[in-house]
């Protein structure tokens, strides 16, 4: 069998969610599980988190796999319903929206149901992607508040820069919330995984960790274990050949690496159809055999090569570790021009994933 395997460590991700508890002690835990649980399964990151307040998705879609999932938390739709036909699934399967647009506001007034929702007001604060302007903000609260059909109104909004500890953009952001929200009833939540890392003043009622769950880190420069985390995903392979290399040959699809002297390559069965980063450069670190390695030329489909050196012993069957406890994604990320974020949500499903117990 092909030996690209994903292992998970659920143990991983308890320790991460206690982790956020220490961190956040104050506030309750809505942890956001959207993209297949970031790339680890959904429904197994979320039986794992018995501890968290609330989960949070992307849509409708990703709520029903936790209910069917047997999750009983809480679930936040964080872009709330697509279309007024949901909103009888959204009662159906007992979730809460997210309000962030005038027609969303219409939907649920023009229902004619009697169910109670509650709902999460949310405030553009100069992201500009979704969320009531601020000359918009106190209207549609008033609206939602006249609703007999809305039972409990929270407020929201979400960070463009936290993860840039030097930005003003986040304290300006807090103040808008602060000052739309001043003589308004309702919990609070900002905070994303780098609000709760690096804004302490942005945690509120409740906090929204995403990324950390898995145990990497948003901030810029750092890795999960600057903050104590467990990176959850080990993407492993194994060398499947070795070969001796002349100084002056080439590796891979266009010849993009050469050998500056003799050494011997090593060829690891892992591409980007397993969603390995087709963008890694020349260099990009692998671990294998208790050592770092860097990779030698363009990655393939289903392959990669790494210099192994001149003087390596390594064998085909040798465990190779792309990313996880031995090797953090963040700096897998830094050499191919991306975030840990797409490469933990892009593995594909041809990689075997394991979910194991062990930390
Ligand atoms: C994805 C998302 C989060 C979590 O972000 P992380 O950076 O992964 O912690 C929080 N809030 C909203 C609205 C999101 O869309």
């Known amino acids: 069998m092909r030996p690209t395997q994903a292992i998970i460590s659920l143990n991983a991700l308890g320790h991460n969610l206690s982790m956020i508890r220490q961190m956040a002690p104050k506030s309750k835990i809505m942890a956001v599980v959207k993209a297949d649980g970031y790339g680890h399964g959904i429904v197994k990151v979320a039986k794992q988190l018995t501890e968290a307040d609330s989960f949070a998705v992307a849509c409708l879609e990703e709520a029903i796999q936790l209910r069917e999932g047997e999750i009983t938390q809480p679930i936040v739709l964080l872009e709330g319903i697509f279309e007024a036909s949901e909103l009888e699934l959204v009662e159906r399967y007992n979730l809460e929206m997210v309000i962030h647009s005038q027609r969303q506001l219409v939907w649920l007034e023009d229902s004619a149901s009697q169910y109670a929702h509650s709902v999460w007001l949310k405030l553009d604060s100069d992201m500009n992607r979704l969320g009531f302007t601020p000359e918009e903000y106190s209207a549609a609260y008033k609206h939602l508040s006249d609703m007999k059909n809305v039972a409990n109104i929270r407020l929201m909004t979400h960070f463009a820069c936290a ?91 266009g010849a993009q690496w050469t050998a500056d002297e003799d050494t011997m390559l090593g060829i690891v069965a892992i591409g980007y159809g397993d969603g390995y980063p087709r963008h890694a450069e020349n260099g990009t670190p692998v671990w294998i055999n208790g050592r770092i390695v860097p990779l030698a030329g363009r990655v393939s489909m289903d392959m990669i090569a790494v210099d192994l050196g001149a003087d390596a012993t390594e064998k085909p069957g040798e465990r190779v570790v792309l990313w996880g406890k031995e090797l953090p994604v963040e700096i897998v990320a830094r050499h191919s021009d991306t975030i840990p974020y797409t490469l933990l949500c892009g593995v594909t499903s041809r990689a075997k994933f394991r979910w194991s117990d062990e930390s």
Not at 236 to 253: P, V
């Open 163 to 253: 993860d840039d500890v030097t930005s003003d953009k986040t304290n300006d952001q807090l103040k808008l919330f602060h000052q739309l929200n001043k003589g308004i009833k309702g919990e609070r939540t900002a905070a994303n995984s780098a609000g709760v890392l690096a804004w302490p003043e942005s945690h509120f009622d409740w906090v929204r960790p995403g990324i950390m769950l898995y145990g990497c880190s948003p901030l810029s420069g750092q890795a999960g274990a600057h903050h104590q985390l467990i990176p959850a995903m080990n993407l492993e392979s194994q060398l499947i050949a070795t070969k001796k290399i002349e100084k002056g040959h080439t590796a891979g699809y």
